[in-house]
């Protein structure tokens, strides 16, 4: 069948600078990474580096020179260029989380590409199975030119399979420091998984901005000739910090604040606004309706700095004059009311608040999950949310399925459960708490990558 499942990167492009590039995670998950390295005129250096997993530190891997379908001695030498115009392939057999190319230049341009392969490489010659079917002869030379620079990148191959050993592992690298003709054996990809690393410990609440609760917001009337509220009423009022991930959840208690009896209908409120943790916004809802009704939105920054009024529905405008932790409200709200569904819960969440876990090079991610408890007077309950951070913004967070455990009510919903999560070689992971309860609850979590 026609060679399957390869992935291919272009690490530099006739680069004329001095450079560094980090390679795609997806390379970590091939048993196989040839590098073709193209010259022109080219002075500098080449240091190709390799880690096991992220936490440490690169270093230089060990590679194999491919020279006409025969393999040079495996090193770890800097690759060093004079002037150099020449096209040359180097063979990686050892998968790493992290593979990154350091370049330094002086002269000319070097293009590099890196191509992952579902292969393992082995001497051809110790009853292998060859690329064209056959078993390679128990000679010093056999007669594959699979890595041959003519058809290294057109090869064909069959779709057999094989499983090694121990021993067998240690017969292919004897096979393969001997130098000789080799040949390609499919392998599939290699599965790894890597010890539990402890992510989030004794976790009590949650990962999501807080809502007020009864007294955090006061009210005063500003008098005639502040706006346009009715004179001689009662108005409902709550605000719901928010985030770019959605808002808190309302607030048990409205607050309410009635307007003097001036006779004007010109009459305005101003809500003082305490700083919520987390919180990019706040949501202001306030209308003479029981359930008041959305008015405006006001930002972080301007909560902060006072000055800020409502002068429509849905309109904040500086000018007001009021200090700062302050919004004066000059008109009632007509938008969606606190009991819409879309409000009831929190959905605030703060996943740039824990360390992130990077998953660079790992398909996915084992997550073993403890609550602790001091007893059982309360039901327990616990779900977790995963997030991973978008690879080209530092700001954006994007949630995964979450995860809810069922716990106590059945047999098989023990206090410590397991969930295997797609994480497809995302740089940034972060598992938050979105519901905890019970006696003393502490949530603990520990992520395990796989590949």
């Known amino acids: 069948m026609p060679n399957p499942n390869v992935f291919q990167q272009t690490i530099f492009n006739a680069a004329a600078a001095t450079a560094s590039v980090t390679a795609s995670g997806r390379f970590a998950t091939y048993p196989t990474c040839i590098v073709e390295i193209k010259t022109a005129g ?10 096991e997993t992220s936490g440490i530190a690169a270093a230089n891997v060990r590679y194999r020179t491919i020279q006409s379908a025969m393999l040079g001695y495996s090193t770890v030498t800097q690759l060093s260029y004079t002037t150099s115009t020449a096209v040359a392939r180097y063979i990686i057999t050892e998968p790493y989380a992290i593979l990154s190319f350091v370049m330094t230049r002086s002269a000319g341009t070097i ?53 090694f050993n121990a021993a067998t592992w240690d017969r292919l690298r004897t096979m393969a420091a001997s130098g000789k003709e080799i040949g390609i054996l499919r392998a599939g990809h290699l599965a790894f998984r890597g010890a539990p690393v402890l992510h989030r410990n004794g976790i009590t609440a949650i990962d999501k901005v807080v809502p007020f609760v009864t007294g955090d917001l006061t009210s005063a009337d500003n008098g ?48 003082t606004i305490p700083q919520k943790t987390g919180a990019e916004k706040y949501i202001i809802f306030f209308s003479d309706a029981a359930a008041p009704l959305w008015v405006a939105e006001v930002t972080e920054a301007q909560r902060a700095a006072g000055d800020f009024e409502v002068t429509a529905v849905g309109t904040v405008a500086a000018g007001g004059g009021n200090p ?128």
């Open 324 to 451: 700062a932790g302050t919004i004066d409200v000059n008109v009632a709200g007509t938008g969606i009311a606190t009991s819409n569904a879309i409000i009831v819960p929190n959905n605030a969440y703060l996943p740039a608040t824990p360390p992130a876990y990077d998953c660079t090079g790992f398909e996915s991610v084992r997550v073993l999950v403890s609550l602790a408890l001091t007893d059982l007077r309360t039901a327990p309950s616990l779900s977790l949310v995963p997030f991973i951070r978008n690879e080209l913004t530092t700001t954006h967070w994007h949630q995964l399925a979450p995860l809810t455990l069922a716990l106590l009510g059945a047999v098989g919903q023990s206090l410590k459960q397991e969930f295997i999560l797609d994480t497809h070689d995302a740089t940034n992971l972060v598992i938050l708490v979105g519901t905890i309860a019970g006696q003393g609850a502490a949530a603990s979590v520990w992520l395990s990558p796989c590949r």
């Open 42 to 51: 080219f002075s500098g250096t080449l240091d190709i580096q390799g880690a």
């Open 224 to 271: 005639a000739g502040t706006g346009s509220l009715l004179a001689s009423t009662t108005y409902d009022f709550t605000v719901i910090p928010a985030n770019s991930l959605g808002p808190c959840s309302v607030a048990a208690t409205i607050n309410t604040q009635a307007t003097g009896a001036s006779g004007l209908n010109t009459h305005s409120v101003r809500l």
């Open 111 to 163: 293009t590099v590409t890196c191509t992952g392969w579902p292969f393992l490489i082995a001497q051809g010659n110790d009853n292998i199975r060859l690329t064209d079917g056959t078993y390679a002869a128990t000679v010093a030379n056999g007669n594959s030119d699979a890595l041959n620079a003519g058809t290294l990148f057109g090869l064909e191959t069959q779709a057999w399979s094989y499983g």
